[in-house]
């Protein structure tokens, strides 16, 4: 009876001490500059129970003539009933130039630029910066941060963007002086090269940045998983163009203009080759011109949610998807966005 009772009192006690962590919350990125989500987004919000809302407010970004500091764009509001009606987080994303080179004095005035901007957008409880800093502007970037939070309400919990280098190499890159992070799992491909590969997410290529990678993080991490698709296009064996998706593929496999190349590649990128000029999102292509397709099926999503497990996420993390704007047009649904959730942490 005193082993059967010892062996109940060991089992609860590692019951305990190994509390199952919280299901994830779902969350998505509104990435457009206009914010007025269709019938079909809100429909997926509403279906998945999704009441966060990551919203970009700023671009940031140097002045190519100048090299002036400045907004290259702002976030049109017009749907200000949807607003209210979630929590929103105002996002800016600032690029890494700005912080290479800029003077004390200006890293304040950003900060205080950026603050009174997000005024605009209150209340809110959470602020976040995307910004993919490197070893040489994380002094820049960490002093910014440090000037922003004492600009926001101080109640404010300031949030920052890791990529997967940052999250793998905190000694080379540190750990922003932030209350969380959001731990951006995609964008593992090179996009300067023309390979089969799947460059928004490849498995082969997020286990290396797992492997060896801290067991763990400095801050609480959510994480972010993608649901968009782009074409690189490369001309004369360099890359010239960035189109964003959805693409019209059944148009392009019937209309004459591309030829379409095989791979064995098992998570493959679709390659293409222009045979007579055509547009495409708005861009001329010439023929020659070799197209990089990547997309992120149902498939590959919930394998990026397998490898997902091994990550160091917080216990009450969020899932938040990139992007609302294309995820209805990519026909991800309800039902196999909180199978990805789930998946995640089983």
């Known amino acids: 009876m005193k082993l059967l009772l010892s062996i109940f009192c060991g089992l609860c006690w590692i019951a305990c001490s190994n509390p199952v962590p919280k299901p994830l919350t779902p969350a998505f990125y509104c ?3 206009v914010f007025k989500p269709d019938s079909a987004a809100i429909s997926l919000l509403d279906s998945t129970s999704c009441n966060i809302l990551y919203i970009k407010i700023l671009d940031i970004g140097k002045n190519a003539s100048s090299g002036a500091i400045e907004p290259y764009s702002r976030l049109e509001l017009r749907d200000s009933a949807l607003w209210q009606s979630r929590q929103i987080i105002p996002c800016v994303f600032i690029t890494n130039e700005v912080f290479d080179g800029i003077s004390p004095e200006k890293k304040e005035w950003l900060a205080g630029k950026i603050a009174a901007a997000a005024k605009d957008f209150a209340p809110f409880k959470e602020f976040q910066v995307d910004c993919d800093w490197t ?7 960490f002093l910014f941060l440090n000037h922003l939070r004492k600009q926001l309400p101080q109640s404010t919990t300031l949030s920052a963007t890791i990529r997967l280098h940052q999250y793998k190499f905190p000694q080379n890159t540190g750990v922003p002086p932030v209350d969380r992070g959001m731990l951006m799992f995609y964008n593992t491909g090179d996009v300067d090269e023309e390979s089969e590969r799947n460059s928004i997410f490849h498995p082969a290529e997020a286990q290396k940045y797992l492997n060896g990678a801290p067991k763990k993080y400095a801050i609480p991490l959510d994480l972010a998983l993608p649901l968009f698709s782009w074409a690189q296009v490369f001309r004369e064996g360099e890359l010239w163009k960035i189109i964003p998706g959805p693409l019209p593929l059944a148009e392009m496999r019937s209309g ?15 390659l293409w080759e222009v045979q007579d000029g055509t547009f495409l999102g708005g861009h001329y292509l010439r023929p020659g011109d070799r197209l990089r397709v990547s997309a992120i099926p149902e498939t590959l999503l919930l394998e990026s949610a397998r490898l997902a497990r091994q990550l160091d996420l917080a216990d009450d993390a969020r899932l938040a998807f990139f992007h609302l704007g294309i995820a209805p047009k990519e026909y991800y649904s309800a039902q196999k966005l909180d199978q990805v959730c789930k998946t995640v942490r089983n």
């Open 135 to 141: 070893a040489g502007t994380r002094q820049a970037y």
């Open 256 to 270: 004459g203009k591309y030829l379409e190349h095989t791979t064995l590649e098992p998570f493959p990128a679709q």
């Open 31 to 33: 990435w457009e500059t």
